[in-house]
């Protein structure tokens, strides 16, 4: 099963430039999580601390037992070799064909025989539809085969904490579903941890069990999926819906002179150009037929069952209906108070 990732008060700067801070959540173990947040909020920055290639000055990131940011280097090394990462530009070795791209980290860190290596690189490539282009070169195909095959590079390895940064970018909508099965699946097969960061609204809404976003330099929020689907917080709302109304502008935050103004428009009965009100709990994707059933979904119910009281109200209403399809009965959990001593992270 894969490992809980669990991140407290973490602080990143780059000179006088804070990226965010006080940071805390906890990928729990096997779950899938999605990040979000407007470009340059620091997501692929704190994938990258994830797996102590950046340094954030304050904090702790605790994986399997150990804190990465005071452990040993050789303790990192050992520790790096339970994850599997896409970065966002898919860093594939341009002088190399995808076979020996994606057959890499295998020659690298295992002692298996060519013939073990071409098995597991080929079930690979299939997994990602790359058949019959493991001889081209990353400058030789299209964005969206290179993004598929880092993904295949990152998991010849069977990892335990699959991070991908924006798997989605460079893929038609076909390919975006396929893609979201694809890593709903592999969440059925291995019961890794994954951490998914995306723009995509759709995939964020159907793949993932738990969401975050990134906004002004903090963590809005994190938790089951319900609570952000359900949320009325304007900067998640906004996100959700693609929207111009709301606190993300094109290149900075607006004032709220500037949101009000604009709300003016739309109650006026201007269009605010996103999606029409994408609100609430959508089903989930479910692990295609035949495979096995998510380990995940179990644990994942036990652990909501024991925070529902301190969720909002809209967020315990989506979860409570979507267990109800298998549950007999659920004692609802109300608590007026709740809501503010809540124990899911909320910047
Ligand atoms: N190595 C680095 N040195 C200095 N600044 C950096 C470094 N890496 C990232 N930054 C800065 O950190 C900020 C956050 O960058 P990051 O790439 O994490 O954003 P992001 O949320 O992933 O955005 P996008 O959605 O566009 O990918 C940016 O201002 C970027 O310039
Ligand atoms: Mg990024």
């Not at 303790?75 to 002088?95: C, H, P, T, W």
């Not at 013939?115 to 400058?139: D, H, Q, T, W, Y």
């Not at 991908?164 to 038609?172: C, I």
Request: charge should be negative.
């Amino acid at each position: 099963m894969g490992v809980e990732v669990s991140v407290e008060g973490l602080t990143k700067s780059f000179g006088s430039q804070k990226i965010w801070q006080d940071v805390s959540l906890t990928l729990p173990a096997g779950e899938v999580s999605a990040l979000l947040g407007p470009s340059g909020t620091g997501k692929s920055v704190f994938l990258k601390s994830l797996i102590g290639l950046l340094r954030p000055e304050e904090g702790s990131i605790v994986i399997d037992g150990t804190d990465i940011l005071q452990c040993s280097s050789r303790e990192l090394y050992e520790i790096r070799k339970l994850f599997g990462v896409l970065f966002q530009d898919g860093a594939l070795f341009g002088s190399m064909n995808l076979y020996d791209n994606v057959a890499f980290p295998l020659r690298e860190h295992t002692k298996k025989s060519e013939s073990e290596i071409r098995k597991i690189v080929m079930e690979k490539l299939e997994l990602n539809g790359l058949v019959g282009a493991e001889g081209k070169l990353p400058g030789e195909i299209s964005g969206g085969m290179r993004k598929r095959a880092g993904l295949a590079r990152a998991l010849v390895l069977d990892p335990q904490i699959i991070l991908v940064d924006e798997p989605d970018s460079g893929l038609d909508p076909v390919r975006t579903t396929y893609l979201s099965q694809l890593l709903i699946d592999i969440n059925a097969q291995i019961d890794a941890t994954i951490l998914i960061v995306t723009h995509n609204i759709n995939l964020a809404r159907t793949v993932p069990d738990n969401l975050g976003m990134l906004f002004r330099k903090q963590l809005v929020m994190f938790g089951p999926r319900e609570v952000l689907l359900t949320s009325d917080e304007p900067v998640v709302h906004q996100f959700l819906n693609g929207s111009k109304i709301g606190p993300i502008g094109m290149s900075e935050e607006k004032d709220d002179a500037q949101m009000a103004q604009e709300q003016a428009l739309v109650d006026a009965g201007h269009h605010h150009g996103g999606t029409d009100d994408v609100y609430g709990v959508v089903p989930q994707m479910q692990a295609t037929p035949g495979l096995p059933v998510r380990q995940a979904v179990g644990r994942r119910q036990a652990r909501v069952r024991e925070i529902l009281h301190t969720l909002p109200i809209e967020a315990q209403q989506g979860i409570l209906a979507s267990m109800n399809d298998d549950a007999t009965q659920v004692i609802p959990a109300y608590d007026d108070g709740g809501f503010e001593q809540s124990t899911f992270e909320r910047g």
